[in-house]
């Protein structure tokens, strides 16, 4: 399995991702204001859409998501939000595409230059890294949760790309104009996920040892909380064996 996929998915397990409330709230009311600049109207827009279905996984009062659509259209004042990516490499030769949402891009960009360095890694130009990645949607599945044949039938009937099995759990992968359709198909089949969202996924991938998996997997936490990077993905991959012994001791 991807290995930053599969680290969330154990962090989430653990308790490790309860960040604070607060910090969680803010990066979502970002994506639904950013989203809502291209229509408040959810029905119409599949950005909108992906990003209430978010809030509702995270308790977001309904007012808290109203006035973040009424920044987003104009309705409402609002600091002005920019959206963009950073790039970089981690240990390993990890490659690293952060997504940004920010009211100062001079001080995020220092800021992630800076963690980088300091923690075995370095910034990439523009288009660096970006080409490894792919934006898809991403499915996972528990595999004690659902047969293969079951989850295959349904997903791909729904419009997955493909379907790929670990040791504990199925990724189910689709193009993001068909996940929409493809969480439902599983949600109306009663088939739970443990993670669902259009991402980025790396086209190639490198296997790290389990040193330069503790650094990357430090370093994407580092990043991971800052406020003003809403996602990061790696490329790294790392056994199961390794991911499961630094979360017991995370």
Same mark, same amino acid.
């Not at 978010?54 to 308790?59: G, L, Q, T």
């Given at each position: 399995?991807?290995?930053?996929?599969?680290?969330?998915?154990?962090?989430?397990h653990k308790g490790a991702v309860d960040?604070?409330?607060?910090?969680?709230?803010?990066?979502?009311?970002?994506?639904?204001?950013?989203?809502?600049?291209?229509?408040?109207?959810?029905?119409?827009?599949?950005?909108?859409?992906?990003?209430?279905?978010?809030?509702?996984?995270?308790?977001?009062?309904?007012?808290?998501?109203?006035?973040?659509?009424?920044?987003?259209?104009?309705?409402?004042?609002?600091?002005?939000?920019?959206? !963009?990516?950073?790039?970089?490499?981690?240990?390993?030769?990890?490659?690293?595409?952060?997504?940004?949402?920010?009211?100062?891009?001079?001080?995020?960009?220092?800021?992630?230059?800076?963690?980088?360095?300091?923690?075995?890694?370095?910034?990439?130009?523009?288009?660096?890294?970006?080409?490894? !990645?792919?934006?898809?949607?991403?499915?996972?599945?528990?595999?004690?949760?659902?047969?293969?044949?079951?989850?295959?039938?349904?997903?791909?009937?729904?419009?997955?790309?493909?379907?790929?099995?670990?040791?504990?759990?199925?990724?189910?992968?689709?193009?993001?104009?068909?996940?929409?359709?493809?969480?439902?198909?599983?949600?109306?089949?009663?088939?739970?996920?443990?993670?669902?969202?259009?991402? !980025?996924?790396?086209?190639?991938?490198?296997?790290?040892?389990?040193?330069?998996?503790?650094?990357?997997?430090?370093?994407?936490?580092?990043?991971?909380?800052?406020?003003d990077v809403q996602k990061v993905h790696?490329? !790294?991959?790392?056994?199961?064996?390794?991911?499961?012994?630094?979360?017991?001791?995370?």
């Amino acid at each position: 399995m991807g290995g930053h996929s599969h680290w969330s998915t154990i962090k989430r397990h653990k308790g490790a991702v309860d960040a604070k409330r607060g910090k969680i709230f803010t990066r979502v009311i970002r994506e639904i204001s950013i989203a809502a600049r291209s229509g408040g109207d959810p029905d119409g827009n599949p950005a909108l859409r992906q990003a209430i279905a978010k809030s509702k996984e995270v308790n977001m009062p309904a007012d808290t998501v109203k006035r973040a659509i009424q920044r987003g259209t104009g309705e409402l004042p609002g600091m002005e939000i920019e959206e !963009f990516s950073l790039e970089g490499y981690g240990p390993g030769g990890t490659a690293l595409l952060l997504e940004i949402m920010t009211d100062n891009r001079n001080r995020i960009v220092a800021e992630v230059r800076s963690m980088l360095t300091k923690n075995n890694g370095t910034m990439a130009e523009a288009g660096a890294v970006a080409w490894q !990645f792919q934006k898809k949607g991403l499915l996972i599945v528990e595999n004690d949760k659902v047969g293969e044949d079951q989850l295959l039938s349904i997903a791909l009937e729904a419009g997955a790309e493909d379907v790929k099995q670990s040791p504990s759990s199925f990724e189910v992968i689709t193009s993001p104009s068909d996940f929409e359709a493809v969480k439902a198909a599983l949600l109306a089949a009663e088939i739970p996920s443990t993670f669902s969202e259009v991402t !980025f996924l790396p086209q190639n991938q490198v296997q790290l040892d389990e040193r330069a998996a503790e650094q990357a997997l430090k370093l994407v936490d580092i990043l991971d909380d800052n406020d003003d990077v809403q996602k990061v993905h790696a490329n !790294f991959d790392i056994s199961d064996e390794i991911l499961e012994k630094l979360a017991s001791i995370g």
